[in-house]
């Protein structure tokens, strides 16, 4: 644990009391000078610490922005998603910045945060448009002992994970469509994209990357996305802490991750079917050149969707290259 996460740490056990110089110096085995530097730094970052010479240091607020040190202080112990984290105030794709780290044999658990994306990327080469500070783009890196044809469960699990985290921190309650769109009032405010990397019977790595609009304004919005996208903000009517959203992301999906490596991929599909748009209507799926048209039934095991088609045969639709039109 760095400095910086220690005296955050010490600093918000104390709530709304204060920690002397003197006590952060004897319980973290350096000297107040350093303790006093490591201050005056997390203030340049935006950190507002109150220091007075009779009281001590007090935590006041802390700013919008995404530290690796203060997300994973805030976060405490999780099981594997979020034991490293990294932040980028710039990068191409989080999800490139993964792949390379997945490359070089990094365990799973690892999230990279950037500030903004120049090539933010959606499925089937969609851009994804990432504005600097205003909203969550990350993405994990996962080891599942999952097979290939079982990893849309993560899209699944994700989703649900998204959802709650959203839902607790903002009360506004999102749907999901199929595969990986979170919508409210029928408006996309976030969305998933699993990339693989598998043998022919055992996933070598998942990349999972996940795009949340904050905090972004109506007019952040190129005009042809202000029709079918919004933001936590806009439908909230206030702003909305990107690190607190995005330490409650990380935490549901580190239990939705324990669901689904322990066997109980079930409890996961009802929990969606539960908030699911799409489970019951009749839907159109874009797969290449390809249109189906039917009705959808359920959530597969393997987290497919089972489509009853106009020929009335089931057909099990798997994420990843299809379209799902209403
Ligand atoms: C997705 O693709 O919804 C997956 C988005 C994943 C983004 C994250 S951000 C961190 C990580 N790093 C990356 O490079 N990507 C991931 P898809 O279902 O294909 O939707 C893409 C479509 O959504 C685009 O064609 C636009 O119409 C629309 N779109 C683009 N930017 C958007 C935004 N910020 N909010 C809402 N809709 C957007």
Redesign the pocket.
Known sequence: MSLDVQILNALRAARDGAVSGAELSQKLHVSRAAVWARIEDLRSLGYDIEASPHRGYRLLGTPDVLHADDLLSRLGKTKVIGRDIRVFEETT???DVIEKLARDGVKEGVVVFAES?TR?????G?????PAKR?L???ILLRPDLRPQDATRLTVASATALRRAIESQTGLKPDIKWP??ILIYGK?VA???TEMSAELDHVKYVIL???V?VNLSQGDFPPE?RK??TSLKAELGKPVSRPELAVAVLRELDHDYARIASGQFAAVADEWEAHGTTIGQEVTIRTGDRRIRGRAESLGEDGALLLRTEHGHLERIIGGDVTLEK
């Open positions: 794709s989080t999800n994306q933010g990327r959606g499925r089937l969609r851009k994804w448009m990432s909203g783009w990350l993405s990986n769109d996309k969305g998933i994209l990357g996940i795009g609009d996305l079918v996208a």
